[in-house]
């Protein structure tokens, strides 16, 4: 819950920055602008790999993108996964971060990722029974490459599609949940860098 309170708080901070920013930039339409910052939200359908657990949940994040080389984007990704539909059996919450690289084939922006972070699993139906032991609840490292694409909708929208494969270790071994996201996505501008004529 933390986590996700934390994500919420940098993102909106990070939007408000740039408003000021992008505003200012507005002023200079000629000159080149190297980074972009995006925010995203969407609905994620995890299968849980736990027992068959399955989670509706809340995704937002945030990339900062370098523009520096044509069609080719590498960002920086920050991402929070917050269950709201824990289903039976477990719920899974995490918080990830990682480099992203897409490429531009016209309003089509399809990427790769790997993040690297922290997650908790709640296990329902009063716990998860091993060696004697009854589990709550638990954390894990959790590792996630994952692909997908982002399509155009106009200068600061787009809709995005995104897979991630994950792994996690729960007390008595690995799973492997599966996470697919629907959202839509809110692209500010840096202020950009003035070219020098040359005299």
Known sequence: ?????????????????????????????TATRQLQLSAFGGATGTYTNFYGGKNGSLTAGADLTFLAVPKI???FELR?????????VDSQMNFLLGPKVERQFGR???????FIGRGSITYLNGGFP?????????SSTVYSP??????????????????QYQHWNTPAYS?????????VVYRFAFA????????
């Open 175 to 183: 799973i492997h949940p599966k996470a697919t996201t629907f959202g």
């Open 108 to 114: 089509f922006h399809p990427y790769v990722d790997f």
């Open 73 to 75: 984007r590498p960002s």
């Open 146 to 163: 994952g692909l997908g694409v982002d399509f155009d909708l106009g200068t600061h929208w787009a809709v995005k599609a995104d897979f």
């Open 130 to 138: 091993y060696n004697g032991v009854l589990y709550l609840r638990t």
């Open 192 to 199: 950009p860098r003035h070219h020098r004529s040359k005299r």
């Open 1 to 29: 819950m933390k986590q996700t309170k934390s994500l919420a708080k940098l993102v909106l901070l990070a939007g408000l920055a740039t408003l000021a920013q992008t505003a200012h930039a507005q002023a200079f339409p």
């Open 80 to 88: 929070g996964t917050y269950p709201v539909n824990d289903g039976h």
